[in-house]
């Protein structure tokens, strides 16, 4: 059995929108989870990792803290975590180190319907309900604009109703809660999606390799997500032409044709989604047998 030091424990948010994707995210790079009884942990049973299930919102300081080495968790509480710790005099120690391209969301500032907005100097002598008071104080003081951040750890958006505050800040992803509560979006403050970080603490050698190692197989598994294996065959003189209506491939496999001088088959992995419209150039540019496989694993 290992002991706690020589296993790496990656935070996870407990329950929402990042929950499914991020331990589907993690089974792909080939780790097997039981789950705890307390299912505060899911155990890794053929690696020495276990995965932490926690409020997204302590994600950055769990990993800055170094409890966890890694953590998978939207850009807005990361943002929202670097901008408290530096406010406070301190130095994030966290870095990010993939943006995971779902639990895509904006943070943004939203007025009851009617209210008159015409640009960001309406938001002066106004009060603004939000959650991310680090982030909304660092763009007033950008833009010069006074207002003052009320901060709500949650129903941000009851707050004008509550005659609060005249604006929220908050998530929007469908915009069905705003909508809900007839509230209009008037600026956007930041785009997120889920991102990994790590945390920059030294870690032994041998807990070092295990998270390079993990963080190469994410790596492999983000890559292959639009890459696909694509097969055809070509008049040897269109090469060069064909070459460059492959898209994202470095270089082709260029092999021999059996009875036929003329043609080569080409075999290319593409780190983009092959589309039709490309299938059709190439096969304008001369290219017959096309054949377009998805991929399943890559290591560089
Ligand atoms: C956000 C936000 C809104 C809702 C918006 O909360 O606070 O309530 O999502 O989503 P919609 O535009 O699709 O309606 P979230 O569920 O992410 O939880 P959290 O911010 O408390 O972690
Ligand atoms: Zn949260």
């Known amino acids: 059995m290992d002991t706690p030091e020589q296993r790496i424990q990656i935070a996870v948010q407990k329950t929402g929108r990042l929950t499914d994707h991020s331990i589907d995210l993690l089974q792909r790079c080939g780790l097997k989870l039981t789950q705890s009884k307390d299912q505060l942990f899911l155990y890794g049973e053929n690696m020495p990792i276990d995965l932490l299930l926690v409020r997204d919102d302590d994600i950055p300081g769990l990993v800055s803290d170094d409890v966890c080495d890694l953590g998978i968790v939207g850009l807005n509480v990361v943002e929202e975590k670097r901008q408290e710790l530096l406010c406070g005099g301190r130095e994030p120690r966290f870095k990010q180190v993939f943006e995971l391209d779902f639990g895509h969301c904006r943070l943004s500032l939203a007025a009851p319907d009617g209210t008159e907005y015409s640009d960001r100097t309406s ?46 800040c908050d998530l929007v992803s469908t915009g069905s809660t705003l909508a809900a509560n007839g509230l209009t979006e008037v600026e956007t403050l930041l785009e997120s999606e889920a991102v990994v970080i790590q945390t920059e603490a030294i870690l032994g050698d041998e807990k070092q390799a295990l998270v390079d190692r993990m963080l190469q197989r994410l790596d492999g598994v983000l890559q292959v997500r639009e890459s696909k294996y694509i097969m055809l065959h070509a008049p040897r003189d269109a090469l060069p032409q064909i070459r460059d209506l492959l898209p994202g491939s470095e270089a082709p496999t260029v092999l021999p044709l059996d009875g036929a001088d003329d043609k080569v088959a080409v075999h290319a992995v593409c780190r983009e989604n092959v589309f039709w419209e490309t299938l059709e150039n190439l096969k304008a540019a001369g290219a017959s047998s096309l054949l377009v496989i998805p991929v399943e694993k890559m290591l560089a």
């Open 123 to 168: 938001l002066n002598n106004t009060k603004i309900a939000t959650s991310y008071v680090n982030i909304l104080r660092e763009y007033l003081t950008k833009n010069d604009i006074d207002a003052e951040p009320v901060y709500f750890s949650g129903a941000v958006e009851i707050a004008p109703k509550l005659g609060r505050a005249d604006y929220i």
